[in-house]
């Protein structure tokens, strides 16, 4: 029997997290999880806006992380074939696997990490258990579980789990290389849909290194046969599906494979668990169109790191009633809210047929083309337009315009 304060289980972006925040508080903690290096995987490969990046800033790693990101300080924003806007942004884009050992590399050396995969664990309100598959035993005051979309321990704990909205989106990854040039003209670029029955919300690119990713995202069925299209003939279909984005891309390839990923909104309710604490997607999932998922990862990390392991050890057991503060905690609580909603605003504003709806998409399409004009008076006069909020001074502005660019091109949320 190996013991700890902390059992993390799940080593991606909230699993990691955690054990780097803890181990810099001095906290025994150990970290299981069945890679040594993370592997490649097709979730988060964009961290935009200057409320998501604030809050990576809040878990004191994000820095060092952040240096081995790609960034763009520009986002053009098109619909319709034109060009609306080239909005300030502050995007940082890195693939998930390389974003999580970025995180790892933040991890003191104190924090003990075991390869391995934990197969059972049994809870009370003094002591946990994990059984791991290389047979060690592991005795922690709380088990932390971070391990993403993964339900056998949640089954074996009796957690319910309540799915909001089945196949709420599909996320679709790849390369995209420009056709008879050596680069694109934009540094990053967000295109809306041309119409709802394209049941597109958008498609985003932006540059990771020396390659040009894009991220799309459509509200499909997981069966329908336009996806089988995509994946024979990935460019070809996308052209036919928005014929005038190459009015601002110019041609381009798609060389390599394409990356699908469906999503299903759930939460599970583990409230009344003794001395286990759900985070991140282990808690409940975002919609990646909404560009939410770090946000949720961040927020939940921050507050049970800095707020609320600190006070459940300066006190004897992890009975669920303690535990619960944290599910209770506000500024956890506002931004789930405020990440489910938006999920299904997206959804909505992109899809929908409505008059509702349908205005509303012609307002934003009229409020970027507006703040696009006007942008390079407002850069003369040392103002920025932001019609989606208000006028500002320019320093005040890049956030505003930071985060109505997080708004409508996050790529990938997370999914940890």
């Not at 001095?26 to 890679?35: A, N, R, V, Y």
Request: glycine share 8%.
């Amino acid at each position: 029997m190996r013991y700890t304060d902390i059992a993390i289980i799940g080593g991606g972006l909230s699993g990691s997290t955690a054990a780097a925040m803890l181990g810099r508080a001095g906290i025994s903690t150990m970290l299981i999880d069945p890679h040594d290096t993370y592997p490649a995987d097709f979730r988060v490969e964009k961290l935009s806006g200057h409320v998501q990046v604030e809050r990576f800033l809040r878990t004191g790693i994000a820095e060092s992380v952040l240096r081995r990101a790609t960034f763009a300080g520009e986002n053009w924003i098109a619909r319709f074939g034109h060009l609306l806007d080239k909005a300030p942004s502050r995007q940082f884009n890195i693939l998930y696997g390389s974003l999580v050992n970025a995180v790892r590399d933040e991890i003191p050396v104190a924090v003990e990490r075991i390869c391995a995969k934990a197969v059972s664990v049994e809870t009370s309100p003094e002591r946990q258990k994990v059984v791991l598959s290389n047979a060690e035993t592991i005795s922690a005051r709380l088990l932390v579980l971070a391990n993403g979309l993964n339900v056998g321990l949640r089954h074996q704990l009796g957690i319910a789990r309540t799915v909001v909205s089945a196949c709420h989106s599909i996320s679709i990854g790849f390369d995209v290389a420009p056709a008879g040039r050596n680069s694109f003209d934009f540094p990053a670029l967000t295109y809306f849909s041309e119409q709802p029955s394209d049941r597109i919300p958008y498609i985003t690119l932006f540059p990771i290194g020396t390659r040009m990713r894009a991220n799309l995202f459509v509200y499909r069925g997981f069966d329908d046969p336009w996806l089988r299209e995509l994946r024979r003939a990935p460019a070809e279909t996308l052209h036919a599906t928005l014929p005038r984005l190459k009015r601002i891309t110019g041609a381009f390839d798609i060389p390599g494979e394409l990356k699908i990923r469906p999503v299903d909104l759930y939460v599970n309710d583990a409230r009344g668990q003794p001395g286990v604490v759900l985070v991140g997607d282990a808690f409940s999932t975002s919609c990646p169109v909404a560009g939410t998922g770090c946000d949720k990862v961040f927020t939940d990390v921050e507050r049970l790191c800095n707020v609320y392991i600190p006070q459940w050890l300066a006190s004897d057991g992890m009975a669920a009633a303690k535990i619960a503060a944290f599910y209770a905690d506000p500024v956890k609580q506002a931004c789930d809210r405020w990440s489910a909603a938006k999920a299904f605003d997206f959804r909505s504003v992109s899809i929908g047929t409505s008059p509702y709806w349908t205005a509303q998409r012609w307002a934003r399409f009229i409020a970027w083309s507006v703040q696009g004009m006007l942008r390079p008076a407002g850069r003369a006069f040392h103002l920025e337009p932001n019609f989606l909020g208000h006028s500002s001074s320019s320093s005040s502005s890049s956030s505003s315009s930071s985060r109505s660019s997080s708004s409508s091109s996050s790529s990938l949320s997370s999914s940890a």
